[in-house]
T-cell receptor, first 116, second 115 residues
Framework: EAGVAQSPRYKIIEKRQSVAFWCNPI?????LYWYQQILGQGPKLLIQ????????DSQLPKDRFSAERLKGVDSTLKIQPAKLEDSAVYLC??????????????FGPGTRLTVL | AQTVTQSQPEMSVQEAETVTLSCTYD???????LFWYKQPPSRQMILVIR??????QNATENRFSVNFQKAAKSFSLKISDSQLGDAAMYFC????????????FGTGTLLAVQP
């Protein structure tokens, strides 16, 4: 089966510019996650969707970050305006619904963002 | 708050030898799940092994096994017969499941395998 797809793989922008990342989860996976991975750190959850509803966005900097998952399939994460500290790898993951709540997350290759 | 700590930023092992990566965590939950993820240089994170806290038996997946000590809140990964392809960043992660299933990651251990 096809894995989680993300694009672009790399992006370089200047501070105060805007940028958008796209994610297509594994077919049939109801839950989609966006993680931010700053160099030298583990991934940190930004937002989680179940179908097209938000489950957790408590760590999303809502003044500059936004995300949507129209029709409960693919998703877009946007940053506007970008700051230097947003330089990171943005990972998308998806998981199927699991009756016992233990949902293995499958990760995409990530988008490496550099803000100059 | 739940936290995950990996105290070894880097480790090195000779090919065919055994290496153990350490992980400790803090939680007040009684039911939770622990994972080891591997992130090769290409960055695609893949699940290596997982452990349910309610299970006393340590999980094993081929050359990978864990030593889960619930009272000590310790969750180490043992890689036996190390191979060159095992070289990667390894992340320990925790979740208590439920509606959010949010993974909380440690800072990672970079494993080098020497030929």
């Amino acid at each position: 089966e096809a894995g989680v797809a993300q694009s672009p793989r790399y992006k370089i922008i200047e501070k105060r510019q805007s940028v958008a990342f796209w994610c297509n989860p594994i077919s049939g996976h109801a839950t989609l996650y966006w993680y931010q991975q700053i160099l030298g750190q583990g991934p940190k959850l930004l937002i989680q969707f179940q179908n097209n509803g938000v489950v957790d966005d408590s760590q999303l900097p809502k003044d500059r970050f936004s995300a949507e998952r129209l029709k409960g399939v693919d998703s877009t994460l946007k940053i506007q305006p970008a700051k230097l500290e947003d330089s990171a790898v943005y990972l998308c993951a998806s998981s199927p619904l699991d009756r016992d709540g233990i949902n293995e997350q499958f990760f995409g290759p990530g988008t490496r963002l550099t803000v100059l | 708050a739940q936290t995950v700590t990996q105290s070894q930023p880097e480790m090195s092992v000779q090919e065919a030898e055994t290496v153990t990566l350490s992980c400790t965590y803090d939680t007040s939950e009684s039911d939770y799940y622990l994972f080891w993820y591997k992130q090769p240089p290409s960055r695609q994170m893949i699940l290596v092994i997982r452990q349910e806290a309610y299970k006393q038996q340590n999980a094993t997946e081929n050359r990978f096994s864990v030593n889960f000590q619930k009272a000590a809140k310790s969750f180490s990964l043992k890689i036996s017969d190390s191979q060159l392809g095992d070289a990667a960043m390894y992340f320990c992660a925790y979740t208590y499941g439920g509606a959010t299933n949010k993974l909380i990651f440690g800072t990672g251990t970079l494993l080098a395998v020497q030929p």
